[in-house]
């Protein structure tokens, strides 16, 4: 079992950057693929990037490919989202994920493990 706490959230400009991080509690965080979801208000909680469990794979969704880059630390046991031009519709909430399935895993419903979330505002 993880738990999972995400920080870094805040209110930015339109093209600003800013850096998400996952700390996650346990021993065996090394062992899990970790995912990036938001969700803005009255719509449904989507994939941003996934990595796998030792950083050698990522995959992200195309609205944000080139922008976002997901990275970890297992040492520190912290997973982080670093975004970069960022969009006024790239306002919501934004959380990581943990699982041990196989693969790419884009679809929330397929991990086990949240974070409470934290919010990402960029103003126009």
């Known amino acids: 079992q993880v738990s999972l706490v995400e920080s870094g959230g805040g209110l930015v400009q339109v093209g600003d950057s800013l850096r998400l991080s996952c700390a996650a509690s346990?021993?065996?965080?090394?062992?899990?693929?970790m995912g990036w979801f938001r969700q803005a208000p009255g719509k449904e909680r989507e994939f941003v990037g996934f990595i796998n469990w030792n950083g050698g794979t990522t995959y992200y969704s195309d609205s944000v490919k080139g922008r976002f880059t997901i990275s970890r630390d297992n040492a520190k046991n912290t997973v982080y989202l670093q975004m970069s031009s960022l969009k006024p519709e790239e306002t919501a909430v934004y959380y990581c994920?943990?699982?041990?399935?196989?693969?790419?895993?884009?679809?929330?419903?397929?991990?086990?493990?949240w974070g409470q979330g934290t919010q990402v505002t960029v103003s126009s």
């Open positions: 994920a943990a699982d041990r399935l196989p693969g790419r895993v884009t679809v929330a419903s397929q991990y086990a493990y």
């Open positions: 346990g021993r065996t965080f090394s062992t899990y693929a």
